[in-house]
Antibody, heavy 118, light 110 residues
Framework: QVQLVQSGAEVKKPGASVKLSCRTSGFNFANYYMHWVRQAPGQGLEWLGLLNPSNGNTWFAQRFQGRVTMTSDTSTSTLYMELSGLRSEDTAVYYC???????????WGQGSLVTVSS | EIVLTQSPGTLSLSPGDRATLSCRASQSISSSYLAWYQQKPGQAPRLLIQAASSRATGIPDRFSGSGSGTDFTLTISRLEPEDFAVYYCQHYGSSPPFYTFGPGTKVDIK
């Protein structure tokens, strides 16, 4: 079955970077666009960006451009997301998700809590 | 950039009631790219409706979606105890790719 297993919780200081992973199984990783979505405590969902694992192409939400990097390792079917210049407002649960046509998300990771605090 | 607005912010209802949730887009969008999700505390969102009105796999038929243009609706015909949750609408734009979520409607027990 489709599984997306994310890395664990992180605590970072303001200005630092965080790199999260999302290990997938149960499907052909290269065939699906993979996304990152975050949710601040008590808040709604916010899309960060996507990666096409077949060629490494990425698209990011404008407000994260310059701060976010998304990569993948097709040999291990793992997706990565690095967010730099962390600030307290980046405290959130970060989800990876597999995109289905047309642009929806059925399969999600369990979420990785990132806490930014001095 | 398309902005999605959801109303009401909170809907207080009883089991067995009918729930009507609204999602309004800042400009006309294709209904093919409008989805609805349910989220319970501590869980990832669950896809309910895609393409505005098509139930996702395994979703009970008490959930239905409708709408076009700028106004979309999620209806839960008879609320079950497990339906009390937060509901988000989502739009997908393709050029360039962009995914927008509404702020959510919380359906809680009256």
């Amino acid at each position: 079955q489709v599984q997306l297993v994310q890395s664990g919780a992180e605590v970072k200081k303001p200005g630092a970077s965080v790199k999260l992973s999302c290990r997938t199984s149960g499907f052909n990783f290269a065939n699906y666009y993979m996304h990152w979505v975050r949710q601040a405590p008590g808040q709604g969902l916010e899309w960060l960006g996507l990666l096409n694992p077949s060629n490494g192409n990425t698209w990011f939400a404008q407000r994260f451009q310059g701060r976010v990097t998304m990569t993948s390792d097709t040999s291990t079917s793992t997706l990565y997301m690095e967010l730099s210049g962390l600030r307290s407002e980046d405290t959130a649960v970060y989800y990876c998700a597999r995109m289905e046509r047309p642009g929806t998300f059925v399969h999600w990771g369990q979420g990785s809590l990132v806490t930014v605090s001095s | 950039e398309i902005v999605l607005t959801q109303s009401p912010g909170t809907l207080s209802l009883s089991p067995g009631d009918r729930a009507t949730l609204s999602c309004r887009a800042s400009q006309s969008i294709s209904s093919s790219y409008l989805a609805w999700y349910q989220q319970k505390p501590g869980q990832a969102p669950r896809l309910l409706i895609q393409a505005a009105s098509s139930r996702a796999t395994g979703i009970p038929d008490r959930f239905s979606g409708s709408g076009s243009g700028t106004d979309f609706t999620l209806t839960i015909s008879r609320l079950e105890p497990e339906d009390f949750a937060v509901y988000y609408c989502q739009h997908y734009g393709s050029s360039p790719p962009f995914y927008t979520f509404g702020p959510g409607t919380k359906v809680d027990i009256k």
